[in-house]
């Protein structure tokens, strides 16, 4: 699978170098924290996975399934004269300060075989990527000059928002703006890591992911997020045009010769010391961690736990001392590699059913802290 994620931030450096901890700067992968914390023996995990809370992925469905949805649209609005039920599909969506886009539902709008192409295509990526069983209904919306989508943060709707991009010849679009803009996750921290000697702009605030052609982006919903606004033509084909929604019902997939209801009923008995020593931080995590994890055939023992996605962040104003006595001291709160070394350890103990003659299977299980 194909993922990356934008660029990182790179921090001003003037001759001497010393300009201090900037925008990214983590302190508990600096290494003279770290030294200090271990000359006073306390013991520093290490963290097993990088944060990650927008994932890109390029030509996401077969080039001929994205064409012909884009060609579906182009046909309804080839001749602005010719009048056919299918024109009247769409919403102006007006809400004043916060949305302006126009937009339908594909289910509504697409041809039943194309609907299930694209929702198939979907569905398997959220189960076997996000560990996420369900989609929420898929709108479709184009922007023309003036649409936009001002800041806004989705929380209730599902751990993961996807974009996928029907937006032709991006390189070459004859408008300005329509990237999904996503705030970075120092500014949510913003205090922690301010430094009086440096300005910040736009790109060092926001991340701003271009939209070409058949590109899924997806997202952690709850950073504050929108659309630039499109500013230039007025053509919904030279628009922007994307195929949006969450990633729902986050649950264990389980991928290969393993009965499903066999092996769920195992990992649901495994995972109980998990719960258990995770306790101790509930409420001081948020976020969801993703595990793939290899189960082999032959004997039931895992056999390769690997992360898929990781959007767990530690709750900022969470009072250390307090969390620093619930762990008795055997970390300090280095919270995100905590949980991490607890999954692997959890899921590496646990004993599936034997699945003789049809080798391996593989998990993929989503952890969701709220
Ligand atoms: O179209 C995008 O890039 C983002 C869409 C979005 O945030 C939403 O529909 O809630
Ligand atoms: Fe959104």
């Known amino acids: 699978m194909q993922v990356s994620t934008e660029p990182a931030v790179t921090t001003e450096v003037t001759p001497d170098g010393d300009l201090g901890p900037g ?79 126009v937009r339908t539902q594909a289910q509504v709008y697409f041809p039943e075989d194309l609907y299930n192409m694209l929702e198939a295509a979907l569905l398997s990526y959220g189960e076997s990527q996000l560990g996420c069983r369900s989609i929420s209904p898929i709108w479709m919306s184009y922007y023309v000059d003036g649409c936009v989508q001002e800041l806004h943060c989705d929380n209730p709707h599902g751990p993961f928002a996807f974009v996928l991009s029907l937006t032709t010849d991006w390189e070459h679009r004859e408008f300005s703006g329509g990237e999904t ?7 949510l921290n913003y205090w922690r890591n301010y430094d009086p000697r440096k300005g910040l702009e736009l790109q060092h605030l926001v991340t701003r992911v271009p939209a070409p052609f058949n590109r899924l982006t997806v997202f952690d919903p709850r950073f504050p997020h929108g659309v630039r606004q499109v500013h230039g033509t007025r053509d919904p084909r030279k628009g922007r045009l994307v195929l949006h929604g969450w990633f729902t019902e ?61 959007t767990l962040v530690e709750v900022p104003n969470h009072d250390r001392a307090a969390a620093e006595a619930l762990l008795e001291g ?36 989503p952890i969701v802290f709220e």
């Open 181 to 187: 803009m996503i705030l970075q996750p120092h500014v």
């Open 23 to 101: 925008p990214d700067w983590d302190p508990w992968s600096d290494p003279q924290v770290i030294e200090e914390l271990k000359a006073q023996d306390i013991p520093v995990l290490e963290e097993l996975s990088a944060a990650q809370h927008i994932i890109v992925r390029d030509g996401f469905l077969p080039d001929a399934d994205a064409r012909a949805l884009r060609g579906v649209f182009d046909g309804r609005f080839a001749d602005p004269r010719v009048i056919r039920p299918e024109r009247f599909l769409w919403d102006y969506w007006h809400v004043p300060d916060q949305y302006t886009l």
């Open 250 to 310: 986050p649950a264990p997939f389980f991928d290969g010769p393993l009965d499903p209801a066999d092996a769920e009923a195992v990992l649901a008995e495994g995972l109980q010391p998990l719960y258990e020593a995770l306790d101790a931080v509930s409420g001081l995590v948020t976020g969801t961690l993703i595990a793939r994890v290899t189960i082999s055939g032959a004997d039931g023992s895992v056999s390769g736990v690997s992360w898929l996605a990781d």
């Open 330 to 365: 055997r970390v300090l709160p280095r919270l995100r590699a905590l949980v991490q070394n607890e999954m692997r350890d959890c899921l590496t103990a646990i004993t599936f059913p034997t699945a003789p003659a049809g080798g391996d299977s593989v998990l993929t299980l």
